[in-house]
Structures are given as C-alpha cells and as structure tokens.
C-alpha cells in the first residue's frame, strides 16, 4: 500500500512538472502561486533531490571587510537580511516567528501562523510604509510593489512589479509559504542542510562602517528554518554557506563609504541622506 501511495505521489509531481514546464516555458505564461504550485509543494516534490546529494563542504569563513577569495564563504546566522529589510528576520519577523512556530508545533495550521497575521496587518502601500522612511524622503511613495535599489538601479522601473513579505493577502501565497517552511524542517530533519552549487543562498554583502549584513537574493525559507533550529540549538548553524548572486544583481559588495557612486545618485534621482535612510533599513 505504501508503494502504491510513493508512486502515485511521484507520478502527480511529475504531472504537474510536466504541466508547468509546457505552460511557463514553452508559452512563456507567468508563474503564479497558484493550487497546482502549492499541490506539489504540499507533495513535498524538493525531497526527490535530496537522497544521495552531495552536498559542498567549505569551512572558508567570511572575515570582515578582508577580501574573499572563495566561490562559496561561510556567513554568521545572525547576519542575515531580506531582500525587502531587516524586518523579515528581526523586530516583526514573520518568516523567524513562524519557522519558530513550526519546530514548536510541526502540524500547525497556516491560518493560526504568525505569518497569517502579519499578512492581515501590515499591508504597506509605499516605500514609506514599507520601509518606516521619513515623510521627507523622496522614496516615501514609491509603490510597495516595486523593486527599487539606490545602490542598484538608477530610476525605478514601475513596469515592472512584485511583492515582499507582505499583504494584502492571498491565501495560496501564504500557505505555499508556510508549506516550504514546513517541508525544510521535515527534509533538513530526514536528510541533513545539503546545500550545492545550484540550490545555495545567495545574495551580497551590505557594508556600513563597522558592521556588515548579509542581504538574501535567494534561500529566505532556507534562512528562516536555519534561524530558527539554532534558536533552540545554539550549537547548529551558527554559521551557514553561501555565495554571492549572479542573476539578479552582479553586486558583490554595497559599501556606504562608496555612496557617491551609486546609481541612483548618479543619475540624481534621490539625494545621498535619502538613500543613506533606505539603506539602515536594510543594515540595522
């Protein structure tokens, strides 16, 4: 019976694989969070990679501000950073608080999460809200659903759309997300953290005077769980490999002390004090 139940579960992830595949790459349709991407995340699809994976092993930690002279550098557990700010991981935390709640508690409903609630309650609707700016910045009321990175991108591209961590809401989006935490505790518990060159966490190095952060392009569920393991067990990942992003930015290092150079100053679409304001939002 249980063989039965293995390989009808393989066939319906392959069925959907194959489905995605045809819909999204072969007529180039967006890629929704929809229920046939949370069916395949409640399937659990990522375990299939993890059997016999041979994971990087590199005991190359980062040192600050010395040069890096590694592909893959080990990072501290408590320097990490969202993509949308600190706020993922620190004071409101939603992704920490609910990977908190899944070790507690694994069969957790996703509606009774931390992560639910965040969602009903912080719906920002610009920059300002986003990212508690002051009225005064010129970033105030740029639009919550736009990607926009001083250091990054030299005008906003209002084209182009997407979204944080954040409501308004909707409830696929939340529990595919609750659904991928819980899936990391099960198969870093099953398997071990293995990660390799094509699944790693990326991101860039955020530099301000005496301290750096390591700002997350890719692997913030990955994050999250690791967060929270050592939360309870201070002697597991305190700290966790990664490498710099290679599809999303080029960057490899945003230092403060390099601010005239960036590109949204060069192009005066917002002043040095404004985007020194953005910036702590992501640092501190």
């Known amino acids: ?31 929704p969070r929809n229920k046939i991407e949370l069916l395949k995340h409640r399937l659990n699809f990522y375990s299939y990679n993890l059997k016999g994976r041979s994971p990087i092993h590199n005991d190359y930690n980062y040192i600050f501000k010395k040069e890096i002279t590694k592909k893959q550098f080990n990072i501290q557990i408590n320097k990490f950073i969202g993509y949308e700010g600190s706020y993922i991981y620190e004071c409101e935390a939603p992704l920490l608080k609910s990977a908190i709640e899944i070790y507690k ?15 009903e309650k ?11 700016l002051s009225e005064k910045n010129s970033l105030f009321n740029l639009s919550s659903r736009i990607d ?47 990660p390799t060159d094509k699944d790693i966490i990326k991101g860039y190095l955020i530099i301000i005077e005496d301290d750096y952060k390591f700002l997350i392009t890719s692997g913030h569920h990955r994050v999250a769980v690791l967060k929270a393991i050592n939360y309870f067990q201070k002697d597991k990942y305190n700290k966790v490999l990664v490498s710099f992003e290679s599809k999303r930015s080029k960057i490899k290092i945003v230092d403060i002390k390099n601010i005239k150079k960036w590109p949204a100053l060069t192009s005066l679409f917002c002043s040095e004090e404004d985007a020194i304001e953005f910036l702590k939002k992501f640092a501190f």
């Open 1 to 31: 019976m249980e063989n039965l139940k293995s390989s009808l579960k393989f066939f319906t992830l392959k069925l959907i694989q194959f489905t995605q595949f045809f819909y999204y790459k072969i007529f180039r349709k967006p890629f």
């Open 122 to 132: 912080f719906q920002p609707q610009n920059y300002g809200e986003l990212y508690k």
């Open 105 to 119: 508690n694994p069969r957790i409903d996703f509606k009774k999460s931390y992560l639910f609630k965040f969602y």
């Open 148 to 194: 926009f990175k001083p250091w990054i991108n030299d005008f906003p591209n209002y084209e182009s759309k997407s979204k944080g961590i954040f409501g308004p809401y909707d409830k696929n989006e939340i529990e595919h997300r609750i659904t991928r935490l819980k899936n990391l505790f099960f198969n870093i518990n099953k398997f071990g953290y293995l």
